[in-house]
Structure formats: C-alpha cells, structure tokens
C-alpha cells in the first residue's frame, strides 16, 4: 500500500516582540494597527522593570489590542504576573528559570524559552515541557551567532523534535533565512519599530518576505509538516 506524502509544513508566523514599554496606550493603538495589517501569531511586551502593580496595570492596558487580534500576548520574564494581568504566557532566558516558571504557568500557558546556548540546552528546554525554543537572540554581552549558525540550528530542530522553534531576526534577510530553515514563528523587534517608513510598512514587508522564503524553501521539496501553533501543550 502506498503511503501518502507528507504535506508541507505551514508558513511561519511572525512573533512580534515590543519595545520596552513606557506609555502603554500609544503602544495599544499601534499594536492595533499592526495587528491588522499582518499576520502576527503572537506579541512579546517587553516591561520595564516596576513593582508588580504597575506592570500588571501595563499589561492590563495592552491586552485588548492583543488578544483581540487572535494574537497570543507572552511576557518577557516576569512569571509571576502572568496569571494576575491575564497574559498568555511568559518567555524566559535559560532552562532553570524556565523550570522554575513552569508549575506555576502550565498546563494553561504558554511557556517559551531562549538562552539556550547548545544543542543540549535546547533539548532539555523540550524535554521539560517549552512550548516553543528560540534561537539567535542576543547574549547578556549583546553578542549573538552568525546567521549561518543560527539557521542551522534552526534546521536541526526543525527535522529532530515536536515543540515549535522560533528564529530572532534582526534583518529582513534573517528572517527569510530563517523562514527557509524550518523556523516556526520569527520573532522581530527593534528594526520594525525603527524602521523609518513606520512599523506597520516594515511588518507588511517582513511578514511577506517570510512568506516567499518558505514558498520557496517548499519548492525545493524540502520541510516537513507540522502544524503548530503558539498554544500551550
């Protein structure tokens, strides 16, 4: 009996990371924009540092322009008020903090991890219950792997394991390499929002650029299928 191919993999998704956040309303109406201009699967709102309240208020204040959209809104770091500001979830730096968070966020949200600086890292991040690992972020030193690096890491866990794997991209051509490697979601930031023709032409841009990568990439008759997405196990 012949078995059936394997079809493609779905295109990867943009993961939208935020400014530190100072004014919590300008940044809504924006992200209400944004989020109706492209396809973004999930926003990442970076806090600057405050008492509890306060951040939980921010997020509070961010969450309708989010949530609405049918994005999910993750916090970078912060755990502890996760549950309290009614966010998705938390993305943590390194395997111990991660499964320091982990009791207290799963099974109801979403768990992403980074920091993780070899193949073992990422393993046991999957092994311990990530939703998702991400690769090629900047170092504490700013430092960060080449682009080759990264996409080959990307590729590797692409072939090897379930859990969804996200690629930092700092350029539009990072995002396309990423996009062609076997990244899930690609996560941009800082040059979308720096982008002198404003973020949402930038987001437009880059969302269609991975598109087209991908497009490719299965032309090529290479990628898998595996229909993830940014949810919680």
């Known amino acids: 009996m012949a078995t059936k191919p394997v079809p493609p993999r779905p295109a990867p998704r943009l993961y939208l990371a935020t400014p530190v956040v100072d004014e919590p309303a300008q940044l809504a109406a924006e ?12 926003v990442l ?4 540092e405050s008492d509890p309240r306060s951040m939980i208020s921010t997020i509070k204040a961010l969450a ?9 809104l993750l916090i970078d770091g912060h755990p502890d008020v996760v549950a309290r500001a009614g966010a998705d979830g938390a993305h943590l730096t390194g395997t111990a903090a991660m499964e320091e968070a982990v009791p ?11 920091g993780l600086a070899t193949r073992h890292d990422s393993m046991a991040a999957g092994e311990a219950g990530a939703d998702y690992v991400l690769f090629g972020e900047p170092d504490a030193n700013g430092q960060r792997p080449s682009r080759e690096a990264i996409a080959e890491r990307l590729e590797w866990w692409d072939e090897l394991f379930e859990p969804p794997c996200v690629g930092f991209a700092t350029s539009r051509e990072e995002a396309e390499a990423f996009a062609a ?7 941009v ?3 979308i929002w720096s982008d002198p023709r404003g973020a949402k032409a930038a987001l437009v841009e880059i969302g269609d650029a991975i598109a087209r990568a ?15 997405g940014m949810t919680p196990e």
Not at 31 to 42: F, H, I, Q, R, S
Request: hydrophobic residues 45%.
């Open 189 to 191: 930031g800082e040059f």
């Open 214 to 228: 991908h497009a490719g990439h299965i032309r090529q008759g290479q990628g898998r299928r595996k229909g993830r």
């Open 64 to 72: 309708p322009a989010i949530q609405n959209a049918s994005a999910a």
């Open 45 to 48: 709102v970076r806090l600057r």
């Open 31 to 42: 992200l209400t924009e944004l989020l109706a201009a492209a396809d973004v699967a999930a």
């Open 181 to 187: 490697a076997g990244a899930d979601f690609v996560l």
């Open 104 to 114: 207290s966020l799963k099974p109801d949200r979403i768990v992403g991890v980074g």
